[in-house]
């Protein structure tokens, strides 16, 4: 509870929290609803998943998750802050959890009003006809997409923990998250380009968001929202092996 409760307030009076977190959503709302009104539709059909199209804004709102979670470590490092914090808290795998739980929370926090109004305004900028997916699939988009940018916070907060280094640390992340998909369309192999799909955790994580086709999709949603699970479950084992390893 005491580290916690620490973690909290850092994360609450660090002058950049408050402006992340309404970044989140302004970026997330502002990209999904101008990928839907670039969108030129027919009557009943866009040619396209449309509760997907208007999550679209998950792409930039997920690099701001990330800048976040980095800097609630990378900020502690560059200042000096965290030799104070484990000295004061010398149990750093606690100090870690609470950390780890604050970031997510507070991304959870604001993906919940971000991905709510994408979707609604998705709904109206898109013929009404066109959004008709069953209510359990876009339950399951949206609140797969709240889950989504909270394994992306912890991802990214597994990588500032084991590189200390907050520009290192976020070129890290978004190469995982952006140039893996880019270096897969350029794999001529079909089957090697569905194993990359399968295991990048961007393109296995987004799946979560498909209302149709799914078919089609490289694994099914929640299996593909698993694999972005395993990867911040790696990110944060990493994290923590190397701060019980190395001298604060």
């Keep these: 509870m005491r580290q916690l409760h620490a973690e909290w307030t850092k994360l609450r009076t660090s002058p950049g ?3 992340l977190l309404a970044g989140i959503i302004a970026a997330t709302v502002a990209l ?3 990928a839907c009104a670039a969108i030129v539709c027919r009557a009943s059909d866009c040619g396209q998943d449309p509760v997907k199209l208007s999550l679209t804004g998950t792409l930039l709102g997920q690099a701001v998750v990330a800048i976040l979670a980095v800097l609630a470590v990378g900020g502690e490092y560059s200042t000096g802050l965290a030799r104070v914090t484990y000295t004061a808290m010398p149990r750093r795998l606690g100090v870690l959890a609470a950390k ?3 970031v997510t929370a507070a991304v959870v926090a604001a ?3 971000a991905v709510p109004i994408s979707m609604l305004a998705g709904h109206a900028l898109l013929p009404a006809q066109s959004f008709t997916p069953p209510a359990s699939a876009v339950l399951r988009a949206g609140a797969g997409t709240v889950l989504y ?4 916070a912890l991802l990214s907060l597994g990588l500032a923990t084991a590189m200390r280094s907050s520009a290192a640390a976020i070129g890290t992340v978004l190469g995982l998250l952006f140039v893996i998909p880019i270096l897969t369309q ?4 079909p089957a090697w380009q569905r194993h ?7 393109s296995a994580g987004l799946a979560i968001q498909a209302t149709r086709d799914l078919q089609d999709l490289p694994l099914s949603p ?8 395993l990867w911040a479950a790696g990110a944060l084992g990493l994290g923590a092996w190397t701060l019980l390893g190395r001298d604060v």
């Design 111 to 113: 993906a919940a009003v």
């Design 32 to 34: 999904s609803a101008l």
């Design 196 to 202: 990359l799909e399968q295991s990048a955790p961007m």
């Design 222 to 229: 929640w299996a593909g929202l698993g694999v972005l699970a």
């Design 186 to 189: 350029a794999v001529s192999d």
């Design 100 to 102: 780890a739980a604050v």
């Design 17 to 19: 929290t408050k402006w």
């Design 149 to 152: 940018l909270g394994l992306i």
